[in-house]
């Protein structure tokens, strides 16, 4: 098992950062561990994942190059530093994670995730 803790949640202005933290405790996520938010009335979407090992990592359109995703290993914690943040980027972020290795695409398939956090609300408004 594997329990995830994420932190770094709150109110940000449009252009502000904010940086997401999870914390891994029990088996080391050793497969991957990634991001999803989901807004009000919207269905769970993914945002990004990085892999355990090599430190691949992948976004979707909407934040790359806006997001940031890492991870220390030595700490079983994952990063997202989220930059120039935009309303619709409001939401709650859950983490999750992946003992298996995988890579590619399937990393953005939240089934792919037997881990989840319990979230923590990003806001973002003026």
């Known amino acids: 098992q594997v329990q995830l803790v994420e932190s770094g949640g709150g109110l940000v202005q449009p252009g502000g950062s904010l940086t997401l933290s999870c914390a891994a405790s029990?088996?080391?996520?050793?497969?991957?561990m990634g991001w999803f938010r989901q807004a009000p009335e919207k269905p769970r979407e993914f945002v990004a994942a990085i892999t355990w090992s090599d430190g691949a990592t992948f976004y979707t359109d909407s934040v790359q190059g806006r997001f940031t995703i890492s991870r220390i290993r030595a700490k079983n914690t994952m990063y997202l530093q989220m930059n120039n943040l935009k309303p619709e980027d409001a939401a709650v972020y859950y983490c999750?994670?992946?003992?298996?290795?995988?890579?590619?695409?399937?990393?953005?398939?939240?089934?792919?995730?037997?881990?989840w956090g319990q979230g923590t609300q990003v806001t973002v408004s003026s």
């Open positions: 999750a994670a992946r003992t298996n290795r995988a890579i590619g695409t399937i990393l953005r398939n939240e089934i792919q995730y037997p881990y």
């Open positions: 029990g088996r080391t996520p050793a497969g991957a």
